[in-house]
Structure formats: structure tokens, C-alpha cells
């Protein structure tokens, strides 16, 4: 199966305590993003990168902190310093960066609540 | 920064009415995209336009792009209750990334 994965499906975070949400693609995609989406909310950009290793700030990233060490994978870290953080996360890919016009594929999501 | 705004936010219908989401930018778009997200699921690509004025049809759906670039639509004739979710417009939103509407519920009365 070709796709991307995303896990866990419900995440429950404490106040004050970090965790990682996980985001796989096998779609040999060069670039992968992070939205928050809120009830009835449009998707917002946390994250994004374009290429292994580098990533960029998108609209609300603070509170959050990502990776790119491998072009398949690219964790989301939702830190103790996001004072909101309940929300449904999902991680997207598309072939190229390319300046919007090139298709995103979205994973499943996970939905993070604080306790 | 770039702003895309959707009208309505929510709309119920009865099934077999028509339906019709507009997206509007705050600047010249490029080109636009279409996603749909069902109930409890995650935004799927419907179609994207490019050329000013176009027009795209799949099945019951029609997808226009406005001549000026700015704004575009799309209309469902004669709903079914399968295109219950939330449609989303979508643009470019400066380097290298995508800027999604506030999108446009719909719920189709049986």
C-alpha cells in the first residue's frame, strides 16, 4: 500500500509534557507539511519542508518543533510550550514544493487531547 | 499575507437540491485547488485550475476559476447524501507552500 501513515490515532498529552507525533510516506515525496485543524476550523500551517533536512516555519509554528533526517519521515514534536494544543494534526506530502501547484496527499491524523 | 475566505461557512440542503461554495483571495492566484474532507476524515484532492476562466466538470460537480484569478466555485447539482463534508479551496500562499480556505460545510438532508 502507497500512502502516508500517521500514528497514533488518538493521543492523550498531560500539561507540561512534549510528544511526538508520528508522519510516514512512501510516496517518495520530496516535500511533507503539518496542519492543525480546530472544530469547524479550516487547516493551518505548522511546518513544512521541501528537501531532507531542512524545514520552514509555516503561519503558527511556535509551541511546536519538527525534523527531517530521512525524506520518508518527519515527526512533529507539540512541546510543553503550546499552551493550546488540543486539536486534530495532519501531515500532508506532495511530489515537489512547487509553489502550491502540486497535489497533497494527507494522512489519516491524529487527534491530540490534553488531560 | 494572503487571506482565503469561503462563503457560506455551513449550508444544509435537501437532497437533490444544488449546492454552491465560493472562495475569494485577497490577491491573484496562480492557480487553485479543491479538497474535500468527510466527516471524521482527513482532505482529499478533488481538481485544480490554473487558466483564468476555467471551467472543470466531474460527474456533478463543476469547478470554476474566476477571469480575474481571484475567486472560484464550485457547485454540486443535485446532491446526494455521499457529498456530505467540508470542501476546502486552496492557493498558493507565498514560498513554497499552500494556503487553505476556511471551508464550506455541508450537510444533505435526506
Known amino acids: 500500500d502507497g500512502g502516508i501513515t500517521q500514528s497514533p490515532k488518538y493521543l492523550f498529552r498531560k500539561e507540561g509534557q512534549n510528544v511526538t507525533l508520528s508522519c510516514e510516506q512512501n510516496?517518495?515525496?520530496?516535500?511533507m507539511y503539518w496542519y492543525r485543524q480546530d472544530p469547524g476550523q479550516g487547516l493551518r500551517l505548522i511546518y513544512y519542508s521541501q528537501i531532507v533536512n531542512d524545514f520552514q516555519k509555516g503561519d503558527i509554528a511556535e509551541g511546536y518543533s519538527v525534523s527531517r533526517e530521512k525524506k520518508e519521515s518527519f515527526p512533529l514534536t507539540v512541546t510543553s510550550a503550546q499552551k493550546n494544543p488540543t486539536a486534530f494534526y495532519l501531515c500532508?506530502?506532495?511530489?515537489?514544493?512547487?509553489?502550491?501547484?502540486?497535489?497533497?496527499?494527507f494522512g489519516p491524523g491524529t487527534r491530540l487531547l490534553v488531560l | 499575507g494572503q487571506q482565503v475566505m469561503q462563503i457560506p461557512q455551513y449550508q444544509h440542503v435537501q437532497e437533490g437540491e444544488d449546492f454552491t461554495t465560493y472562495c475569494n483571495s485577497s490577491t491573484t492566484l496562480s492557480n487553485i485547488q479543491w479538497y474535500k474532507q468527510r466527516p471524521g476524515g482527513h482532505p482529499v484532492f478533488l481538481i485544480q485550475?490554473?487558466?483564468?476562466?476555467e471551467v472543470k466538470k466531474q460527474k456533478r460537480l463543476t469547478f470554476q476559476f474566476g477571469e480575474a484569478k481571484k475567486n472560484s466555485s464550485l457547485h454540486i447539482t443535485a446532491t446526494q447524501t455521499t457529498d456530505v463534508g467540508t470542501y476546502f479551496c486552496?492557493?498558493?500562499?507565498?514560498?513554497?507552500?499552500?494556503?487553505f480556505g476556511t471551508g464550506t460545510k455541508l450537510q444533505v438532508i435526506p
Open positions: 485550475l490554473v487558466k483564468s476562466g
Open positions: 486552496a492557493g498558493p500562499g507565498g514560498y513554497q507552500k499552500v494556503t
Open positions: 500532508a506530502s506532495s511530489r515537489q514544493g512547487n509553489l502550491g501547484k502540486e497535489t497533497q496527499y
Open positions: 510516496l517518495n515525496h520530496d516535500a
